[in-house]
């Protein structure tokens, strides 16, 4: 056989590769409905979302998610393909925790002094604890995967990313059932349950993203 024709018949049974973009969008998606499978089909929304969703309180928790969510997703899909600008994510996600802590400034003017801790400590700390980590199991698994076709210059670093993206999906979810809306609540739980998540993605990130 000519080496012509075996490059041609190599080249016809070669199976086509997606591009990184598409396989990471695919997989964010992916990571979304599942988040949402496991939510319905457990917790679910609060009995009140409708009357909540009225509230300044209940929809600053969504900003604060959402955002954070997205910059840490942008970021990790910068990462994974070198010499991308990541920039504007690495603002959008440092937005998040700045937000936050004007939402807090915010919350302490507002209210009197003895009501800080109880609106610190809530009604379901240790439930936030314990149900954003496990509604982030799926979507972090997802991120790390896709990111394996990727060419991540930190492993760790990108699997930290990975798991802060996990962590902020979870949370938006979380946040539709979670009844304590005061920002000191999201400041302090929702903060440690997404740092959970993030220090798995780290880990993962080092034993699967390695080169």
């Not at 990471?24 to 009140?48: E, M, N, Q, S």
């Amino acid at each position: 056989m000519k080496t012509d024709d075996l490059i041609e018949l190599l080249a016809e049974d070669a199976t086509p590769q997606w591009p990184f973009r598409r396989l990471f969008d695919f997989a964010l998606l992916a990571a979304v409905a599942a988040c949402a499978v496991v939510f319905f089909a457990t917790i679910g929304p609060r009995p009140d979302f409708a009357h909540a969703a009225e509230t300044v309180r209940f929809l600053f928790k969504f900003v604060i998610t959402l955002t954070l969510a997205t910059g840490a997703v942008g970021l990790s899909l910068a990462m994974a393909r070198p010499g991308v600008r990541t920039g504007p994510w690495l603002w959008l996600l440092a937005a998040a925790p700045l937000l936050l802590l004007a939402g807090v400034a915010a919350e302490l003017a507002v209210v009197p002094r003895e009501a800080w801790m109880t609106r610190l400590v809530g009604q379901n700390s240790a439930f936030c604890l314990r149900v954003i980590p496990l509604l982030a199991v799926a979507p972090l698994a997802c991120v790390l995967l896709v990111l394996r076709r990727g060419a991540p210059a930190h492993a760790g670093r990108a699997g930290a990313l990975a798991g802060l993206a996990a962590g902020g999906i979870a949370a938006t979810f979380y946040a539709a059932h979670c009844p304590d809306d005061s920002p000191l609540f999201v400041a302090v739980w929702y903060s440690v349950a997404i740092a959970i998540v993030t220090a798995a993605g780290y880990l993962g990130g080092r034993r699967l993203l390695a080169w």
